[in-house]
């Protein structure tokens, strides 16, 4: 449980009211990703939502189920990190930005060359490109997703090349739900099957073709997967 020195306030504005929780802003990230990697013993600093949370000033349970439909912390918390924000201070916000921002070089480096030399762009290029191109770091935005705006900012900087790959998968419908949160960004053609499964086209890095079917078969245990020609 993180303490409530280094915790951060979550809040979510609804009907004229604020309901707030006390976050590690460290594991916001690695929660969003996957709910169960983290507890709410670990994520949470107190088991509570609160109006105010400095001043102790708590919802009633008609509020809470008004707002949330139920009193049950846990669908509170998703709510709460899903659709409110979160108050960083400078300092937290320019370590987690830069972390992030770290992330996201090293994956560029890692999945991509320059197409001239046919070897992979120092570390320190890349991040003198990111600059001129004044690139901006979501600090609560997976790296993943902020890679490919990274390298549309840097394709008219630097010569960029990947080598991709297209994968079909089909999973259940039940697994719709956290799966398209997952997909959607790199989504190419989707459709529903006559039996209710969910079938569903990406083209991702070839670099990343292993831990992309890893993380949908964690959502979807049953899933299917074929690579495209």
């Known amino acids: 449980m993180v303490s409530l020195d280094d915790a951060v306030t979550a809040r979510l504005e609804k009907g004229g009211k604020r309901y707030e929780i006390l976050v590690d802003p460290d594991l916001v990230d690695k929660w969003k990703k996957d709910h169960d990697s983290v507890t709410l013993d670990d994520l949470l600093a107190i088991d509570e939502v609160w109006h105010d949370a400095k001043n102790g000033d708590r919802p009633t349970e008609e509020k809470m189920i008004g707002v949330f439909g139920t009193c049950e912390l846990s669908v509170c ?12 201070t400078t300092a937290q916000r320019k370590k987690m930005v830069a972390e992030k921002r770290r992330q996201i070089i090293n994956e560029i480096c890692s999945l991509a060359i320059d197409p001239q030399t046919k070897l992979p762009h120092p570390v320190v290029r890349v991040e003198n490109a990111l600059d001129e191109a004044r690139f901006s770091v979501d600090p609560f935005k997976p790296y ?17 090349s990947f080598t991709t790959v297209k994968l079909a998968f089909k999973i259940p419908g039940t697994n719709y739900g956290p799966v398209f949160a997952m997909v959607r960004e790199d989504l190419q ?3 529903w099957l006559a039996n209710g499964d969910w079938a569903f086209t990406v083209e991702v890095p070839a670099g990343m073709k292993n831990d992309y079917i890893a993380k949908v078969g964690k959502r979807a245990p049953d899933v299917v997967v074929k690579e495209l020609k």
């Not at 918390?77 to 960083?88: A, M, N, W, Y």
């Not at 890679?147 to 010569?159: E, H, Q, T």
Request: glycine letters at 4%; a negative charge; zero cysteines.
């Open 77 to 88: 918390v998703e709510k709460i990190l899903t659709d409110g924000s979160i108050q960083l």
């Open 144 to 160: 993943e997703t902020q890679v490919k705006d990274a390298v549309a900012v840097l394709r008219p900087l630097i010569p960029l």
């Open 189 to 191: 053609r989707e459709e």
